[in-house]
C-alpha cells in the first residue's frame, strides 16, 4: 500500500463522516474463502451457504438489531488454501476493510491460523468448517465452533463395525494434517475402547498422490476396516486407487471427501464408502428457527443445481447462528454478541448448538451430533444413505461395503 | 515377505517413469552444460497434454503419447532459442537464473489459468495380482512404455548420425564445431528432445496419479535426485538412477512410515552430490 | 573495517535515516495497517540483504536460503511453547543455533562449485522441511501454535504486535550495517575475489574454505532471528510456510533485481517486489500473478541487465556510486 494513498484516505476519512454515518447500516463481515488449492471444493460449498444465508437476510430487510437494521455485505479473499495467506488476509480485514465480525476459513488449520489474528485483535469469529478441538484450549474469548469437534467423527463408523464384526481388523490410514490428526488421536483411542484390534496406523503427506505402497501395507496387515482419510483431494485419490488395486476390506469410511456430491463421479470406486458427516439433506431436526433441513435442501438445490453436502449447511447455519445472536442482544458490540453466543442452547437446521464456555476450552461445541452416510447403488444411482446412528438411519448399512 | 517384494517391484514400475523424466534432464545437462529448471514446468505440460488430448479429443489416454512427446519437442526447441540459446557458454549460474525464471512464469501462468484442482485422467487397465497385491495395469503400462522409449533414445544415440551429432557435441563443442557439426541446430535439438523426455514422462505420470499445476516441483525435486545418482550427461544412467530410487523406496516403505521416504530421498541426494559428484552409475569413463 | 570511516559515508546515514523512517511512519495514528505492510516489507528486506553476503558478494546461489529462516522459526517458538523461554531469548538462540549449524554444514557443501552448490542448498530445505514434518516435538506437518498467553509477558497482544515490529526494523538495520561493513573490509573483498575467479582467490592466498564457511554462517544469523520473531508474531508455524520454496525464491529475485553485490540494490529490490506483491495479494484475477512477474522480471534481468537496478542507476549516475553503494 502505497503511503501517499494513506494520507489521502486518511483525509478523505475525515471529510466524509456524514458519508460513514450511513454505512452503520451495512454490517461487514470479513473472511477468506479456499477459491484455489486443495481446499477449495468443500470451501466454496461452505461459501455458497454464507452466500445463501445472506441473500435471505437482506432480503427480509437485514438484522435486527435494537432498533437499527443491518444490511449484511460480505468482504472476502482468495486464501488459495495456504496459512500464510491467510492471517495476511485476516489482517486485512480487520485494519483495512474495517470487518464487524469475522468468518473463518475452511479446515481446521485455517481455522487456526486465521483465530490467532482474530484473537490479537479482539474481533469475533464464528468458526465454520474448523472440526479440530485442539484451537479452542488455546485461551480464546471471541471464538464459536459450530461443526461438531473433530474427536467425534469416527465415533459412530466404529460402533457400526463393531455391531458387524467385533474381532474386525482396522487400518487407520490418515492425511498429515491438523483436522485428520486430530480425529485419528480419538479414533485410536475408541477403537481399543471397542475392542477392535488396529493392525496398521499411518499417516501420509497430504499432498499424496501415490498410494500404492500405502494400499500394499493395508493388504500387508490383513486389514478389514480402512478409517481414515483427509480432504477431498486426497481422499478422492485413495478411493480411486483402493478400488484398482483391489485392497481386499469390508468397511471403509473416508473422512470429508465422499460427502460432497462429486464424490459420485468416482462411479464404482464410490460405491459402499461411507463418511462421517455433520448433517445430512435427510435430517429430521426440528429449527427453533429458520429453514427445516427440507426447505433449505431444496431451495439450495434450486439456486446451485446441486443438492447441498454438510460444508454448505455449515455455512448457513454459521450466518444463522450470528443473527440470532445479534439480534438478542440488541446491538453489534462484539462483547454483548459475544454473550449471547455464550448462553445460547438451539436447534436449527444444522442441529443442536450450544458453546462451551469454559475458559481453558472456550468456544468448543458441545451439543451438536454427527451422522455417518453411505454411498449405496438405488436403481442404478449412486446415492447418499444415513446409515447411523440407527435412530437417524434412513436406509440400512451395506456390510461388506462392496 | 510378498508385501516387501510387491512394493519393491511397484517401487522399480515407477521409478522407471521417474528415470525417464531424469533422462530429459540429464541429456540437456551433459550436452549443453544448462540446468533446465523448467523441467517440472514441461512435466506438468505433458501431463496436461494428455488430459485435454485424452478427454477432449476422447481418445484413449495411449494414443495421446506420441502427440505429446512430438509437441513437446517442438515446445522444447522453441523455448531452446527464446531463453537457451543466449545462455550457451555463459557461466552456468546464468542459466540456472534463466530457465529458473521460466519455469517460474509457466507456472505462474498455470496456477492463474488452472488454478491447483486435481485434474484426473481416468485409465482402467486390469492389472495383475498376485498373492493379494495387485500391480495396477497403469503402472506395468507406464514402465513398459518407459523401456520402449528409453530403447529408442539409445537406438537414435548410438545407432543414428544425428544422435552421434548430439554426442559429438556433449564429447567437445568445439571440435565438433571444426568437424563440420552444425552446433547451434544440434543444440537445439538435443533441448528438444530433452523437454520431449520431460513431457512424455509427464503424460505417464498422468495416466498413474492425479495432478496439479503444481506437482512439477516435486517430481523437478525426484529428477534431480535421479540425475546426482546416475551421473549427469549419463542418459543410461539416469534411467537406473530411477529404478534404483524406487528400489530404495520400495524397500524402506515397508519398515517406515511412508512419510519418511522423502528425508532419506534428499539425504542420499547431498550425500552422493557431495560424495559421488560423478553418479553412482557411471559406466562411462566421464568425468 | 574502520568504524570512524564508515560513519563519515552518505550509505551509512542513508541506511540509518530508512530504519527510523521504518520505525517511526506506523506511529503516526497507530496505523496498524501501514505497520503490517511494512513488516513484511521488513522480512524480505531482510532476507535479501543476507542473501546478498552469499550470492552478491561470494557467487554462491543460496537457492534454498529459506531454511535458516524456518529453522530459527521452529527453534523460538519451540523454546517459547515448551520451555516458556522470554522472546529475546529465545530469538536470539536461535540465530545463533542456527548460524552455528550452518558454519557446521557450509563447510561440507560448500565444497561444491556453482550450480551443484546451489541444487545441495535446495535440497538440504527439502530435507530439512521433510524431516520436520515427521519430527514429532516439533509437531510434525501440523506445526506448533502458541496460545495467545504467549503474548502476556510482552503485555499482551496489541503491544506485542508493536514490539515485534521494532524488533525486525532493528533486524533489518542491523541486516544493512552488516551487509556494508563486510562489503567495506578485507573480509568482503576477499569474498568478492571468490566470487570473481576462485581459483585464482586460492592462488592469490584467500583462505577460501573458511570465508566461505564463515559467510554461509554469516548470511544465516539474522534470518533466523527474523524467522523467530515472525513466527511468534504468526503464533504458528507449519514445514509447509517455513521453509516456503516460493519465499526463499523470491528473494533471490529481489537481490538480482536490486542490483546483487550492492548494499542498497537487494534492499531496494525487496522493498518495491513486497509492495507490487501487497498490491497483487487481494486481487482476484492476479493473486498468482505474482510469480509471473517474479519470473518475467529475473528472465529480463539476467538476460539483459545482470546488475540489476543498481548497476542501472550506477551507469546512469557515476556519480551516485559514491552515496548508494
Not at chain 1, 57 to 63: D, E, L, T
Not at chain 1, 218 to 229: E, F, H, K, Q
Not at chain 3, 100 to 127: D, H, K, M, P, S
Not at chain 3, 212 to 237: D, E, N, Q, R, W
Amino acid at each position: 500500500m502505497n503511503k501517499s494513498w494513506l494520507i489521502a484516505a486518511a483525509v478523505l476519512c475525515l471529510a466524509a463522516t456524514p458519508v460513514l454515518a450511513a454505512d452503520e447500516d451495512t454490517l461487514t463481515i470479513g473472511f477468506t474463502v479456499s477459491q484455489t488449492g486443495a481446499l477449495n471444493l468443500d470451501s466454496i460449498a461452505q461459501l455458497h451457504g454464507f452466500e445463501m444465508w445472506r441473500d435471505d437476510v437482506n432480503a427480509a430487510g437485514g438484522i435486527n438489531a435494537g432498533n437499527k437494521r443491518y444490511k449484511v455485505r460480505f468482504v472476502s479473499y482468495d486464501d488459495q488454501s495456504q496459512p500464510g495467506r491467510v492471517q495476511q488476509l485476516y489482517t486485512r480485514l480487520i485494519t483495512d476493510d474495517k470487518a464487524q465480525f469475522l468468518f473463518s476459513p475452511y479446515s481446521s488449520g485455517l481455522v487456526a491460523t486465521a483465530t490467532v489474528i482474530s484473537e490479537q485483535y479482539g474481533k469475533l469469529m464464528m468458526s465454520i468448517g474448523g472440526a479440530e478441538g485442539k484451537t479452542y484450549q488455546l485461551g480464546n474469548k471471541f471464538l464459536f465452533q459450530t461443526y461438531t469437534s473433530a474427536d467425534h467423527y469416527l465415533s459412530g463408523a466404529i460402533e457400526l463395525v463393531k455391531s458387524k464384526n467385533a474381532a474386525a481388523k482396522v487400518a487407520l490410514v490418515y492425511s498429515d494434517d491438523p483436522f485428520s490428526k486430530a480425529v485419528a488421536i480419538a479414533a485410536r483411542e475408541q477403537a481399543k475402547q471397542a475392542g477392535l484390534q488396529i493392525v496398521l496406523d499411518e499417516s501420509y503427506p497430504p499432498a499424496q498422490t501415490d498410494f500404492s505402497a500405502i494400499i500394499n501395507k493395508i493388504v500387508s496387515s490383513g486389514a478389514d476396516t480402512l478409517l481414515g482419510g483427509g480432504h477431498y483431494p486426497d481422499g478422492a485419490t485413495l478411493a480411486r486407487q483402493l478400488y484398482d488395486q483391489k485392497a481386499n476390506l469390508k468397511w471403509a469410511t473416508l473422512l470429508v471427501a465422499p460427502d460432497s456430491p462429486q464424490f459420485a463421479s468416482l462411479g464404482p470406486a464410490a460405491q459402499g464408502i461411507s463418511v462421517p458427516s455433520q448433517w445430512a439433506p435427510q435430517v429430521t431436526y426440528k429449527p427453533d428457527f429458520g429453514p427445516t433441513p427440507a426447505e433449505f435442501a431444496k431451495r439450495f438445490e434450486a439456486k446451485y443445481n446441486i443438492a447441498p453436502g454438510y460444508h454448505a449447511a455449515g455455512g448457513y447455519s454459521g450466518g444463522l447462528l450470528f443473527q440470532h445472536a445479534i439480534e438478542r442482544a440488541g446491538s453489534i458490540e462484539p462483547e454483548k454478541v459475544a454473550a449471547e453466543l455464550n448462553k445460547m442452547s438451539v436447534t436449527t437446521l444444522w442441529g443442536a448448538t450450544k458453546f462451551s464456555t469454559d475458559p481453558k476450552s472456550h468456544g468448543l461445541q458441545l451439543a451438536h451430533q454427527m451422522v455417518l452416510t453411505q454411498w449405496q447403488m438405488k436403481n442404478g444411482q449412486l446415492v447418499k444413505e444415513v446409515v447411523w446412528p440407527l435412530a437417524a438411519a434412513t436406509a440400512p448399512a451395506v456390510y461388506p461395503y462392496r | 515377505m510378498f508385501g516387501i517384494l510387491a512394493s519393491i517391484i511397484d517401487g522399480v514400475l515407477v521409478g522407471s517413469v521417474y528415470g525417464l523424466a531424469a533422462m530429459g534432464l540429464t541429456l540437456i545437462w551433459g550436452v549443453m552444460d544448462v540446468i533446465n529448471l523448467t523441467h517440472g514446468a514441461m512435466i506438468v505440460a505433458g501431463m496436461f497434454g494428455l488430459f485435454y488430448l485424452s478427454t477432449l479429443l476422447g481418445a484413449p489416454a495411449y494414443a495421446a503419447i506420441p502427440p505429446v512427446l512430438v509437441a513437446g519437442f517442438a515446445v522444447g526447441v522453441g523455448l531452446y532459442w527464446i531463453a537457451v540459446h543466449r545462455m550457451i557458454g555463459r557461466p552456468p549460474l546464468m542459466s540456472l537464473l534463466a530457465t529458473f525464471s521460466v519455469n517460474m512464469v509457466l507456472i505462474g501462468l498455470g496456477t492463474t489459468v488452472w488454478g491447483t484442482v486435481l485434474f484426473n485422467v481416468p485409465v482402467s487397465l486390469p492389472g495383475i495380482t498376485w498373492h493379494g497385491y495387485t500391480f495396477t495395469g497403469t503402472h506395468i503400462m507406464a514402465a513398459v512404455l518407459t523401456a520402449a522409449i528409453a530403447g529408442a533414445l539409445y537406438l537414435f544415440l548410438y545407432r543414428t548420425r544425428p544422435g552421434k551429432a548430439i554426442r559429438a557435441v556433449a564429447s567437445n563443442r568445439e571440435a565438433a564445431e571444426l568437424n563440420g557439426i552444425p552446433t547451434r541446430q544440434v543444440l537445439s535439438f538435443a533441448f528438444g528432445l530433452g523437454i520431449a523426455l520431460a513431457c512424455v514422462s509427464g503424460a505417464l505420470i498422468a495416466t498413474m496419479f492425479p495432478f496439479t499445476v503444481l506437482s512439477g516441483t516435486a517430481y523437478q525435486l525426484k529428477s534431480f535426485v535421479v540425475t546426482v545418482l546416475g551421473g549427469l550427461g549419463n542418459p543410461a544412467g539416469a534411467l537406473f538412477g530411477g529404478v534404483a530410487l524406487g528400489l530404495l523406496e520400495g524397500m524402506v516403505t515397508p519398515f517406515m512410515p511412508v512419510s519418511w521416504t522423502s528425508v532419506i530421498e534428499f539425504v542420499v541426494f547431498v550425500i552422493v552430490l557431495i560424495a559421488f559428484p560423478g553418479g553412482l552409475f557411471n559406466f562411462t569413463r566421464r568425468p | 573495517m574502520n568504524v570512524a570511516a564508515m560513519l563519515r559515508r552518505p550509505t551509512f546515514w542513508l541506511i540509518l535515516a530508512a530504519t527510523l523512517a521504518f520505525a517511526l511512519l506506523p506511529l503516526r495514528g497507530d496505523n496498524v495497517g501501514l505497520r503490517e505492510d511494512l513488516l513484511l516489507a521488513a522480512v524480505y528486506v531482510i532476507l535479501a540483504s543476507n542473501l546478498n553476503l552469499m550470492i552478491g558478494y561470494a557467487g554462491y546461489v543460496n537457492f534454498g536460503n529459506i531454511v535458516f529462516f524456518g529453522l530459527g522459526g521452529y527453534l523460538c517458538v519451540w523454546l517459547v511453547n515448551s520451555h516458556g523461554w522470554p522472546l529475546v531469548a529465545a530469538a536470539l538462540s536461535a540465530g545463533v543455533a542456527v548460524s552455528f549449524a550452518a558454519l557446521l554444514f557450509g563447510l561440507g557443501i560448500l565444497r561444491l562449485r556453482g550450480a551443484y552448490f546451489a541444487l545441495a542448498t535446495i535440497g538440504v530445505n527439502e530435507g530439512v522441511k521433510a524431516f520436520v514434518v515427521n519430527f514429532s516435538p516439533w509437531g510434525g506437518s501440523t506445526g506448533i501454535y502458541l496460545s495467545i498467553e504467549a503474548y502476556k509477558p510482552l503485555g499482551g497482544p496489541a503491544k506485542a504486535l508493536w514490539t515485534i515490529y521494532f524488533l525486525m526494523i532493528a533486524v533489518m538495520g542491523l541486516s544493512l550495517l552488516l551487509s556494508y561493513g563486510i562489503k567495506r573490509s578485507k573480509f568482503g573483498l576477499g569474498l568478492r575475489a571468490i566470487g570473481q575467479n576462485e581459483n585464482a582467490a586460492i592462488v592469490l592466498g584467500v583462505p577460501t574454505r573458511h570465508y566461505k564457511a564463515l559467510v554461509y554462517s554469516a548470511s544465516a544469523f539474522l534470518p533466523a532471528v527474523a524467522g523467530a520473531l515472525f513466527f511468534f508474531k504468526s503464533a504458528f508455524i507449519q514445514p509447509d510456510d517455513a521453509f516456503d520454496l516460493v519465499l526463499s525464491t523470491e528473494a533471490i529475485v529481489t537481490v538480482m533485481l536490486g542490483g546483487q553485490g550492492t548494499v542498497v540494490g537487494p534492499a531496494l529490490g525487496a522493498f518495491l517486489y513486497e509492495e507490487l506483491r501487497g498490491t497483487l495479494l487481494t486481487s482476484q484475477t492476479f493473486s498468482s500473478f505474482q510469480l509471473v512477474i517474479a519470473g518475467v522480471l529475473l528472465l529480463l534481468i539476467v538476460l539483459f541487465l545482470p546488475g540489476g537496478l543498481m548497476g542501472w542507476i550506477h551507469r546512469r549516475w557515476p556519480r551516485s556510486k559514491q552515496v548508494l553503494e
